[in-house]
């Protein structure tokens, strides 16, 4: 919305962008767990009302912000770094037609050092490769491009059609409207992003999984939002509307299809605004604030009585839903060891009280990937893009050693992915060797929780 405010649209063609963004189908999906993708995207948009902003003069703060926003984005994985890349292009080429001073262009290079790019610095320091685990430009890593690029997650470049399905996975209303946005927007800038998002999505990073389009996604909601604000205010407003619907078709729920309306109701309203006489807006003001501010209170109010009522906010739509409610309602403030699963924040509770980590089951307590990797590779590892060199040779004796020193009280055990079992051994019923070794000791691992998706131990003390 700020980006499309900066670029001259009005505000409520830059809150429709900005709501058709939040209706992506990936976008909806992604906000409900950690995964740290629509973070990424949402640091590299942050940086756009800052490039408009240096079109117009070389102020060096724009410049700054700016470049602070990337520099968290890259900061939050690997891939970020190259879809980083055109957005970096971007603030370099506009700095130096506004004619930025070197001072600020230098403190600008510092501030995506400072942020994010230290990770890479740290990395190499530490494991001697700035990317590790990925092996490249002669670094040494666990795995290398081939290995990705032979994994379920790669798709042939050549394979067009799953690029289009990618591509136009927010709903066909969505995908024209941003056809029309992008060939409406003067300057094109989110155009030249976009594609230039895509092709590094496509081309460049291993795993052509859409998640990584979703900047991309971003910069067309950017300019569907600046073309409805344009003349003929029809075309405009008709490529918004038809988007939204769009996405709702694409992916419909009760709280998508009941956020639409407000949206297009608010909209309507502040487009409205400039039609109420000048005398009768001061007392208009102030009831609009008082209503917004009853429902407000109406809406904390109900927040509250859900949280103290133990609504579980943690619903994935998966298996283990109804492990996590019997966690979050059963243990608190304790030390949590989990396996299985790489997705452990629901684990940590409400407020935060609980204290959880992966505990090894060989080595020592505190090794960390790279450490299992400098013992020299096993005979029998396989290539692949997920190795687990931490579970070679795990012990009964190792790990129980390891709990103790982790002061581990409660154990959570998940059945494996199957793609994650390949690589992790797993028993019949896809569970890791922990919950084997937990059921053959019941005297240390009291079973609290059972399904076919997860298990909670509690662990007696030392």
Known sequence: ?????????????????????????????????????????????????????????????????????????VGTKYAAAPLALPFLVAAAGLAWLARARAGAVAGAALVV???????????????????????????????????????????????????????????????AAALAGFARARPPLELALALAVTSIFWFLIPYQESRFLLPAFGLAALAIGRA???????????????????????????????????????????????????????????????????????????????????????????????????FRGNVHGARVAYTGTNLAFPLWGPDLSNRVQYVNVAGGPRDLLHDFDRRGPSAARAPTPEPAPYREGAAFETWRANLRQAGTGVLFVTALEPIVARTVRADADGFPIERAWADAHPDQFQLRYASTAARIYRVAPP
């Open 1 to 73: 919305a700020a980006a499309a405010r900066e670029a001259g649209a009005r505000r409520e063609a830059a809150l429709g962008g900005a709501l058709a963004f939040l209706l992506v189908p990936e976008v909806w999906q992604q906000a409900r767990t950690a995964m740290s993708d629509l973070g990424m995207a949402a640091l590299l948009l942050a940086a756009l009302p800052f490039l408009f902003r240096l079109r117009r003069a070389a102020a060096a703060a724009d410049l700054l912000v700016a470049a602070a926003a990337l520099g968290l984005a």
């Open 113 to 175: 050092l400072a942020t994010g790019g230290f990770w890479s610095l740290r990395n190499l320091v530490v494991t001697g490769n700035p990317w590790y685990p990925v092996a490249t430009l002669g670094f040494h890593g666990l795995y290398g491009s081939a290995a990705m690029r032979a994994w379920d997650y790669h798709l042939p470049v050549g394979d067009l059609s799953a690029l289009s399905e990618i591509v136009t996975a927010a709903g066909f209303g969505f995908s």
């Open 228 to 326: 409805a604000a344009r003349p003929p205010a029809a075309l405009g407003w008709g490529g918004l509307g038809l988007a939204l619907i769009g996405e709702a078709v694409a992916l419909p729920s009760p709280d998508r299809l009941a956020l639409l309306p407000i949206g297009l109701l608010g909209a309507a309203a502040l487009h409205g605004w400039r039609r109420v006489p000048a005398g009768a807006r001061p007392a208009l003001r102030r009831g609009l604030l008082g209503a917004a501010g009853l429902l407000l209170i109406v809406g904390l109010g109900r927040g509250l009585a859900a949280h103290r009522r133990g609504a579980d906010p943690v619903r994935l739509g998966s298996d283990l839903d109804d492990a996590w409610a019997w």
